[in-house]
């Protein structure tokens, strides 16, 4: 079994900037692709972004240029580096992971979100 922590929500100026973390732990052997999701009020869950295990990385669109994934696979953890933020930007945003455990199972996972609020 294997858990996601996001950390690094918070309320931001418009134009400003965070950095959202989403720590894995538990019996992991490994972690393939993680991503990043967000669900404002009243809308769907939407895919922003993923980084491979070999740090290959993909966006949709409204997001390129301005957010960057990262991920450091020593301390099972990735990043959404979050830049000239918007009102709406304003969700919850989702961790997601692929996690292959140590008994070889593999199974998708969520984190419970961290808040981001941009004002203008």
């Known amino acids: 079994q294997a858990q996601l922590v996001e950390s690094g929500g918070g309320l931001v100026q418009a134009g400003g900037s965070l950095t959202l973390s989403c720590a894995a732990s538990?019996?992991?052997?490994?972690?393939?692709?993680m991503g990043w999701y967000r669900q404002a009020p009243g809308k769907q869950r939407e895919w922003l972004a993923s980084v491979t295990s070999a740090s290959s990385t993909h966006y949709t669109d409204s997001v390129k240029g301005r957010f960057t994934i990262s991920r450091d696979n020593a301390k099972k953890t990735a990043y959404l580096q979050m830049n000239s933020l918007k009102p709406e930007d304003t969700a919850v945003y989702y961790c997601n992971a692929e996690i292959i455990a140590t008994s070889r199972s593999l199974a998708n996972y969520w984190g419970r979100g961290t808040q981001v609020t941009v004002s203008s």
């Open positions: 538990g019996s992991i052997f490994s972690i393939n692709t």
